[in-house]
């Protein structure tokens, strides 16, 4: 293999890669890519970071963070070192021997794969490209799209992938606010146009990361991630379905699924919540399902599982109309405490939050919404002009309120302080589980 003219260009990369002279460029600096950025300089590589979000430059080039999963020493310093680089510019590509593509692949309006960020960056790249160098798509995408589009958009320039430059695609694992896993003790799935990209790949990875899980093709590695996140969707719709039984038949839900996680085989146990949030879970299973169709294959139960999750708002307004009606008020103009907007814990992202929806939902019907959360200042509501501030958590703006709904369970949050203020408190996930007193005003979803 590397007697060849790609077995050489090979081995050149790799010996650059064993003693660190390699130079990396990646496109995005959002969740996934500064955090690689910064995995990459530590490693000992020089690198440059690429961002068309001028604010996030000036702020990088300040030695300032704004993920919250980056440690901000390790940010000052690749920043000072001078090992970490930012720009707005693609300049810098000729000069890199590794280009990692770490953009967002949101959805249309219409509820289809929104490909215009990748096809912008491979578009850069395709007209700096040159003999030799590792190109990576790390973005989550549907089944083909490194074959189907970034491949045909790269040799454009003329160059061969697998011949003259190296095509992997190796997806992200980025869990935001995880404190268990460091980055690099996660296997790392990678899936190159040829064995040799793969291979390439892998020497690469293997200068920062512990694990290297090499699959047959992009395809492949594409699949394995879009699995991943379609496996956690259908497995939240199913603890959601049994949430909605449950609250029919009088059972509390948190305790079945906390004696069905005695069982030490065959179940893991997930838990049920105020709707689906991030980037992935509410996105991925969706470009699976558009792919499918490409296939004449209509994948039903991860349809069924996205259209559950996306009830559970609407399931969340009504039930707090109940509980208003209940207690002789209507939702028209009732006060309402939001307590934590983020997607899920501990966390500052709002992407995709269920939050977001039960807000403006709550708006909708006139309610008169405020909210808390720490890591939260402002927030804008998607087609909404309304712009909210976070509120303060005292006693008396508890009080205020004529229920606080529990979205976001951050640790912070000192939950028998918030009983003891509120009038109501509806429950949805089980923060309270350890409140003694006032249990009456609790309402679990």
């Avoid at 996934?32 to 996030?56: C, E, H, T």
């Avoid at 899980?213 to 603890?239: G, H, Q, W």
């Avoid at 996306?310 to 039930?319: D, F, H, L, M, S």
Wanted: glycine residues 6%; charged residues 20%.
């Amino acid at each position: 293999m590397f007697g060849t003219k790609q077995g050489k260009l090979a081995e050149q990369l790799i010996a650059k890669f064993i003693n660190k002279t390699a130079s990396i460029a990646v496109i995005g600096l959002g969740y996934v890519g500064l955090p690689m950025a910064v995995q990459q300089a530590k490693a000992g590589f020089k690198v440059m970071g690429i961002d068309i979000d001028d604010s996030r430059i000036n702020m990088l080039k300040e030695g300032k963070n704004y993920i919250q999963d980056v440690n901000d020493k390790d940010l000052g310093e690749m920043i000072k070192s001078g090992r970490l680089g930012v720009t707005t510019g693609f300049s810098c590509l000729p000069q890199a021997d590794v280009v990692i593509v770490c953009v967002p692949t949101p959805l249309s309006e219409m509820r289809q794969p929104d490909l215009s960020y990748i096809k912008s960056a491979v578009q850069e790249i395709a007209q700096n490209l040159r003999v030799g160098q590792l190109i990576n798509l790390e973005s989550t995408t549907y089944p083909g799209t490194t074959r189907e589009i970034v491949l045909p958009m790269l040799e454009v320039s003329g160059l061969k992938a697998g011949l003259d430059y190296f095509l992997v695609f190796s997806p992200e694992r980025v869990d935001p606010g995880n404190k268990l896993y460091h980055p690099k003790d996660i296997a790392k799935v990678v899936g190159g146009i040829t064995p040799l990209c793969s291979h390439v790949a892998a020497m690469f990875y293997k200068q920062s990361l512990n694990t290297l899980v090499i699959v047959s093709s992009p395809d492949a590695a594409e699949m394995t991630k879009i699995f991943e996140n379609s496996y956690r969707a259908v497995n939240i719709a199913l603890v959601n379905e049994f949430m909605l039984l449950c609250n029919r038949m009088g059972l509390d839900i948190w305790e079945v699924l906390d004696a069905a996680a005695t069982k030490p085989y065959g179940i893991q146990v997930f838990y049920p919540g105020p709707g689906v949030g991030g980037h992935c879970i509410p996105i991925d299973p969706a470009y699976l399902v558009w792919k499918a169709r490409a296939y004449g294959f209509q994948p039903r139960f991860i349809e069924l599982a996205e259209e559950l999750n996306n009830q559970i708002p609407e399931y969340i307004i009504q039930k707090i109309t109940t509980v208003l009606n209940d207690n002789g008020k209507c939702l028209n103009s009732s006060k309402i405490l939001i307590l934590g907007v983020a997607y899920k814990k501990d966390i500052n992202d709002i992407r995709e939050s269920p939050a977001l929806k039960i807000i403006k939902d709550l708006q909708d019907k006139k309610a008169v919404v405020q909210y808390f959360d720490p890591y939260i200042p402002q927030l804008s509501l998607p087609d909404n002009k309304c712009l909210l501030h976070c509120t303060e958590l005292t006693g008396e703006n508890i009080a205020k309120a004529d229920l606080v709904l529990i979205v976001t369970d951050h640790s912070s949050v000192d939950y028998q302080f918030v009983i003891d203020h509120a009038k109501l408190v509806m429950d949805t996930r089980n923060a309270t589980r350890q409140v003694q007193k006032g249990r009456e005003k609790i309402i679990k979803i």
